[in-house]
């Protein structure tokens, strides 16, 4: 299996001493097949298209995320976040209380890697194969975008773990989820 360049994503990207977003060498434009005055409209609704049949539970398997500590039975869970179709594997700490990581796929048709919400530590986008990803950690959560589209993308996010940890799992599932997200 190919190591992507968001594995190269650091913990140390995590730290809140590192801010901004980086810019990469995307360069890649979304082809429109429309005339110039509905060009960014038409390309908007061909990038949403591309991922309208994709359903976010089939980006990882319920045996992937297991690698990464215990999860609900009856895992994963079908729901929306900010309106965009998610799946969520809960974290299950039974009798401990040891933290335990909640992993998520949400497909997002309203905007791209450039796009992604910082979450106190900045954004931070690297590009493999022609392929961008955005990073973006915050307090014990981590998101990362795998870009499908210069409008759209789907986010793999880890939450209830201390931050340094969430980035390691999401660079670990983005690698196993990478191939089932299709290209733009």
């Keep these: 299996m190919p190591i992507f360049a968001v594995a190269a994503f650091s913990v140390a990207a995590c730290s809140d001493s590192e801010g901004g977003i980086a810019e990469g060498d995307d360069g890649a434009a979304s082809p429109s097949r429309s005339s110039p005055g509905s060009a960014s409209t038409s390309a908007q609704s061909e990038d949403a298209a591309s991922l309208d049949s994709l359903d976010p539970c089939s980006v990882l398997t319920t045996a992937k995320v297991k690698e ?19 799946c969520t594997w809960h974290g299950e700490a039974g009798y401990s209380t040891k933290p335990v990581a909640t992993s998520s796929v949400v497909i997002r048709t309203d905007g791209g890697v450039d796009v992604m919400n910082d979450r106190g530590s900045g954004v931070q986008q690297t590009e493999e194969n022609g392929r961008v990803f955005a990073r973006s950690p915050g307090p014990d959560v981590c998101t990362i975008a795998i870009g499908v589209t210069e409008t759209t993308r789907v986010d793999v996010g880890v939450s209830g773990v201390e931050t340094g940890q969430a980035c390691e799992i999401a660079n670990a599932l983005v690698e196993a989820a990478e191939p089932n997200v299709p290209r733009g």
Excluded: L, M, N, T
């Excluded at 990464?68 to 998610?86: C, K, L, Y």
């Design 68 to 86: 990464f500590g215990p999860i609900e039975a009856g895992s994963p869970e079908r729901s929306e976040v900010g309106g965009a179709p998610a």
